[in-house]
């Protein structure tokens, strides 16, 4: 079985600072990682991905990720909050096939101007 | 890149009539697709596997016959909520893709009055 924490359902940064949203995850075989984006009512939109080779993910709109397996972990990271990155953010787990995915609970990402 | 196209964006119905939502693929084909569920503030919960020519595959505690699923083409499958009651008011998602490189559609808002 899998499973992913998401540590902290609300995050507030200001407009330019470092964003920070944390996920560990539980599982059982080399997992697969992603983060996606949720605006309101919307869909999701993969913002990165890993599945082997370079630890270090570089994502869409100035995002990357960095896979950590001894901590378990696949924080995700941007150097400077753009208002438009207000929304909800969403880690995922599988194992090998990544439509068949566990979610996390998800973070919202407030940004102040 | 791949694009899945889902259909309706919203929907309201009546409580015990049937509603039906598409999930497309554009651009490619979909032997596999998955049906998602999401409450307000919540995460998304696999509901079903959508294997085309095939019966679905439903995650424990999904209700097969009251959440119909028809994958009858390589490109469209089908959700259809029957005998909806507010209960079922939620926001439904689908993904298709291959591998790592699943897509997901853009939800279908349903409320059941």
């Known amino acids: 079985a899998q499973s992913v924490t998401q540590l902290g359902s609300h995050v507030s940064v200001s407009e330019g600072a470092l964003v920070l949203l944390r996920c560990n995850y539980s599982?059982?075989?080399?997992?697969?990682l992603f983060w996606y984006v949720q605006y309101p009512n919307q869909g999701l939109q993969l913002l990165l991905k890993?599945?082997?080779?370079?630890?270090l993910v570089k994502g869409i709109n100035g995002f990357e990720a960095e896979f950590k397996k001894s901590e378990t972990s696949f924080h995700l990271t941007k150097p400077s909050a753009h208002m438009s990155d207000a929304a909800e953010y969403f880690c995922?787990?599988?194992?090998?096939?990544?439509?068949?995915?566990?979610f996390g609970d998800g973070t919202t990402l407030t940004v102040k101007p | 890149g791949a694009v899945v196209s889902q259909h309706p964006s919203w929907v309201i119905c009546k409580s015990g009539t049937s509603v039906k939502i598409e999930c497309r693929s554009l651009?490619?084909?979909?032997?596999?697709m998955f049906w998602y569920r999401q409450f307000p503030k919540q995460s998304l919960m696999l509901m079903a596997t959508?294997?085309?020519?095939?019966?679905?595959?439903?995650e424990q505690g999904v209700e097969k016959d009251k959440f119909l699923i028809n994958h009858a083409s390589l490109t469209l499958s089908t959700l259809t909520v029957t005998s909806a009651h507010p209960e079922d008011s939620s926001f439904y998602i689908c993904?298709?893709?291959?591998?790592?490189?699943?897509?997901f559609g853009s939800g279908t808002r349903l409320t059941v009055v």
């Open positions: 599982s059982s075989v080399p997992p697969y």
């Open positions: 959508s294997n085309e020519g095939s019966k679905a595959t439903y």
């Open positions: 993904s298709a893709g291959e591998l790592y490189g699943y897509t």
């Open positions: 995922a787990v599988s194992d090998a096939n990544a439509g068949k995915s566990t």
């Open positions: 890993y599945t082997t080779g370079a630890t």
């Open positions: 651009d490619f084909q979909a032997t596999t």
